[in-house]
């Protein structure tokens, strides 16, 4: 499941994976969200939780996930992916490379920086 993450700064998203991600999590949580966020800023900033609740994608939630990043490539401003887990480093490192915007991992015990890192430079559009 996907759930929102409450208590954002202006102009980010947060969302929280929890227990195991599937399709419809990005079909009715995920994409909708950040679809208004683009219609409203024109630009994404985002801050994705995979805490100690977060169990696995499903290979359909990773191929939404892809279908996503395909369908806006140049909308995700900041990614500030925050997690504990060995792989996420080297996977946003990875993703950074090919996707415009900036991404960041954080550990779980600074979800706070990363909130702050997310809404850095921000300024609303008038």
Known sequence: ?????????????????????????????????????????????????LGPEFEE???????ADLKLGLSHPASFE???IVTNVGWAKPAIRALSLIMPGHARTFRVAQLDEAKAWAAEGFTPAE
Do not use: N, Q, T, W
């Not at 994608?57 to 191929?63: F, L, N, R, S, V």
């Open 78 to 80: 900041r990614i500030a």
């Open 1 to 49: 499941m996907i759930r929102l993450l409450p208590d954002m700064p202006s102009g980010v998203l947060g969302f929280e994976a929890v227990d195991e991600v599937e399709e419809e999590d990005y079909r009715d949580v995920l994409v909708p969200a950040i679809e208004r966020a683009i219609d409203k800023f024109g630009k994404v900033r985002m801050v994705y939780l």
């Open 57 to 63: 994608y499903e290979d359909d939630a990773m191929k």
